[in-house]
């Protein structure tokens, strides 16, 4: 808001020196004269809003433009002929306006110049002043003018880029949050929704057969449903647990309850001494590699293995049921989940690999820094 204040005022001045510098013959006409100001005044008010604006109208560029210069033109007689002895008061003017019009754009300050600078010399020649005195008024004003204005134009449109870059600062963090909530239900809702399937494909075969049984699995999806809520309502206040205990303890327990025995090496102090965001990584690694055995394959036995290689930590998970109709990448290139989740991985220094083993399974294969952890 200063900075458009202060263009304004700048050229205010030309108006002060005008009126200052000259003197009319009687009250009537300097009455008139000074109300001649007012159109200058909206000229030069209409050129500073033209660069001031973020986008400006070529259109209404050139229409203030060639009003200030009309104006400023209007004003040539008088302000000659009523000049006090010695002073320029138009050059100063036509300096003023150079200056403006050379803000809206080079071409129209080479304009404005050629024709304002020539009816300064006009005016010298017409009433008797030496024609230089007038072109050195009007250009050196026209360029200090035009620096000083360049430099509030210039903190101007820096204020526009910092506020820009503000702007796009926080709509970059709504599209981070937005992501993050994203990943985070695609992870729960993913992995609970497929086992709540499994369940209740189950509780339907026994529904006959084994009443009890059913009911058993019914009440099974009751608690999954309640308790995937809740996860859901937490995953979007980022307040979902992903440490690799917990969900190598989960994926116990629910490739257990899908039937699929699984078998899992990873020695305590290990993930004891895993750093916490490589456990969270893994931990989402784990869900995820659960949720799809669960629904991409026939798998009968699952093994998981933590081992430390090194500096790094190897996190190997392999099932037995590979579906021969479904095409197994060697590398991880297709399908969102485990796609996403190689994108997670390479940008915390991991790398995922996931393809079809010598022994003819499924094998996901995390290396992963592991903070000097060994095996």
Known sequence: MTVLGLLPASFAWAIVIMVSLTEAPSPLPAAVFVLGMLPLGGAFVLVSRVVVDPVPSQRAGSWSVALLVAVSLALW??????????????????????????????????????????????????FDSPVTTHLLTTFGCAAVVWLMCQVLV???????????????????????????????????????????????ELAADLAHRD??????????????????????????????????????????????????????????????RTPDAVSRL????????????????????????????GTSIRLIIVNDGVRDLEPMPQSVSGGTGLASLSARCGAAGARLVAGRNAAGGFELRVDAPGGGATG
Do not use: M
């Open 77 to 126: 007689w008088p302000t000659y002929a009523w000049a006090r002895s010695g002073e320029e008061p138009w050059a100063w003017l036509a300096g003023f306006a150079v200056a403006a019009c050379t803000l809206v754009s080079w071409p129209a300050g080479v304009t404005a110049a050629v024709v304002l600078g020539g009816a300064a010399a006009v005016g010298g020649v017409v």
């Open 282 to 309: 893994l931990g989402v690694v784990v869900r995820e590699a659960v949720t799809n055995i669960l629904r991409h394959s026939d798998a009968r036995q699952v093994s998981i293995a933590l081992t430390g290689q």
């Open 211 to 272: 009443p009890e049984r059913s009911a058993v699995e019914s009440e099974a999806i009751r608690v999954l449903a309640t308790e995937t809520l809740s996860e859901a309502r937490r995953a979007v206040h980022g307040e979902t647990t992903t440490d690799l205990a917990t969900q190598l303890e989960a994926a116990k327990l629910v490739l257990a309850s899908a039937g699929i025995v699984t078998a899992v090496d990873a020695e305590a102090d290990l993930i004891a």
């Open 154 to 200: 210039w903190l101007l449109r820096l204020a526009w880029a910092a506020q820009a870059g503000r702007e796009a600062e926080a709509a970059l963090v709504i599209a981070q949050e937005r992501l993050r909530v994203s990943r985070e239900l695609h992870d729960v809702l993913g992995h609970r929704l497929g086992i709540i399937a499994l369940k209740a």
